[in-house]
């Protein structure tokens, strides 16, 4: 198998990922996914779609991760290897996308507009 490189985004971060047949090492910027992401929940969130298409463990992942939280670059990367996994065996595209794991998603931080405080925040308005 040939690597398959395909890429994620989420928010701003960008998650740029390529995969090779292997026994399930993912490493993010030079490290091991289990310590880039501290908690359990970002750690499932990272591997879901390899959990979907039942592949955990048949593919090393090699992940560069820019921009974005924690939490943005946890969704780019699963995207990612959603893709890829697609692209691998097309099998995978109904199981994949029945969980919702091959659609981007497209909600950003709202820009801030000029003469109030946030987005849509308000200054307090006074009547006299």
Request: aromatic content about 6%; overall charge positive; hydrophobic content about 35%.
């Amino acid at each position: 198998m040939a690597v398959i490189n395909t890429s994620g985004r989420r928010k701003t971060a960008v998650a740029r990922i390529y995969m090779t047949a292997g026994s399930g090492n993912i490493t993010i910027n030079g490290r091991d996914y289990k310590t880039y992401f501290p908690t359990g929940t970002l750690q499932y969130v990272a591997t879901q779609s390899l959990l979907v298409a039942n592949a955990m463990g048949q593919y090393d992942v090699k992940v560069n991760l820019q921009g974005g939280g924690i939490t943005g670059q946890a969704e780019a990367l699963r995207l990612a290897i959603a893709k890829a996994l697609c692209q691998i065996d097309p099998e995978n595209r109904p199981a994949l996308k029945s969980q919702g794991l091959l659609r981007r998603d497209p909600r950003m931080v709202e820009r801030k507009k000029p003469g109030r405080p946030k987005a849509r925040k308000r200054f307090q308005f006074s009547k006299r």
